[in-house]
């Protein structure tokens, strides 16, 4: 995956990863209203982010998606590609965002499995900051300059552009193992926000289908 590290996981992350290059760096964020977390990034790239409230090896989707987690870690590496970019490719359609400049040539290139560079600055760079704008927004609405500003579906569209961004950040690594379960993240750990149990069987079928 070689996309400009421009706040896919907001200001603090590019910091951390900045001053992880050639060594190792730890952030630990404590905060009384808002989730704590711990981040761990090593030679400019962030290996492990987690809650601390939460068991430090917990399985980051939801409980009962063992079958697709199992299904996805069981696939060839040419399907596992495919999934990814076609997961993805559909929580676009889904939010509406299909039709992004840059969106469909990315996802072709992580389809080939030729990592595409998406520049900060490139059209689909502009955009995906503009997601996180408002992913950003949401999260603050509850305790920040956005309180109650926000109604609850703009609070849940700031939320699922946050989860989308996630997910087309991982389809676009290298490994393919990695890039589709970071793909099925959303529906994996939010299935109410992105198709439900109908969406997660329909990619159960897909892969058992082809394996």
């Given at each position: 995956?070689?996309?400009e590290?421009?706040?896919?996981?907001?200001a603090d992350?590019?910091?951390l990863e900045s001053?992880?290059r050639g060594t190792?760096?730890?952030?630990?964020l404590?905060?009384?209203?808002?989730?704590?977390?711990?981040?761990?990034a090593?030679?400019g790239?962030t290996?492990?982010a987690?809650d601390?409230?939460d068991?430090?090896c917990?399985?980051?989707?939801?409980?009962?998606?063992?079958?697709?987690?199992?299904a996805a870690?069981?696939a060839?590496p040419?399907?596992?590609r495919?999934?990814a970019?076609a997961?993805?490719?559909?929580?676009a359609a889904m939010l509406?965002?299909d039709?992004?400049?840059g969106?469909?040539?990315a996802?072709?290139?992580a389809?080939?499995g030729?990592?595409?560079?998406v520049?900060?600055?490139s059209?689909?760079g502009?955009?995906?900051r503009?997601?996180?704008?408002v992913?950003?927004?949401?999260g603050e609405?509850?305790n920040g300059p956005?309180?109650?500003r926000l109604?609850?579906?703009?609070?849940t569209q700031?939320?699922?552009y946050?989860?989308?961004v996630?997910a087309?950040?991982g389809?676009?690594?290298?490994e393919?193992?990695?890039?589709l379960?970071a793909?099925?993240?959303?529906?994996g750990?939010?299935?109410s926000?992105?198709g439900?149990?109908?969406a997660?069987?329909a990619?159960?079928?897909?892969?058992?289908?082809?394996?």
């Amino acid at each position: 995956m070689v996309i400009e590290p421009y706040g896919f996981e907001g200001a603090d992350q590019v910091l951390l990863e900045s001053l992880s290059r050639g060594t190792e760096a730890l952030s630990v964020l404590r905060h009384d209203y808002a989730s704590p977390r711990v981040c761990y990034a090593v030679d400019g790239i962030t290996v492990a982010a987690f809650d601390p409230g939460d068991r430090l090896c917990a399985d980051p989707y939801e409980p009962g998606s063992a079958e697709l987690v199992a299904a996805a870690e069981g696939a060839s590496p040419q399907r596992q590609r495919a999934v990814a970019t076609a997961e993805v490719a559909r929580l676009a359609a889904m939010l509406g965002l299909d039709g992004t400049p840059g969106l469909a040539e990315a996802l072709d290139g992580a389809a080939r499995g030729a990592a595409p560079h998406v520049a900060a600055d490139s059209p689909l760079g502009r955009h995906v900051r503009d997601w996180l704008t408002v992913q950003k927004r949401a999260g603050e609405s509850l305790n920040g300059p956005y309180r109650s500003r926000l109604s609850d579906a703009e609070r849940t569209q700031g939320n699922r552009y946050g989860w989308f961004v996630a997910a087309l950040r991982g389809a676009l690594e290298p490994e393919p193992d990695k890039a589709l379960l970071a793909a099925l993240r959303p529906v994996g750990s939010v299935p109410s926000l992105f198709g439900g149990p109908a969406a997660r069987a329909a990619i159960l079928r897909t892969l058992s289908e082809t394996n």
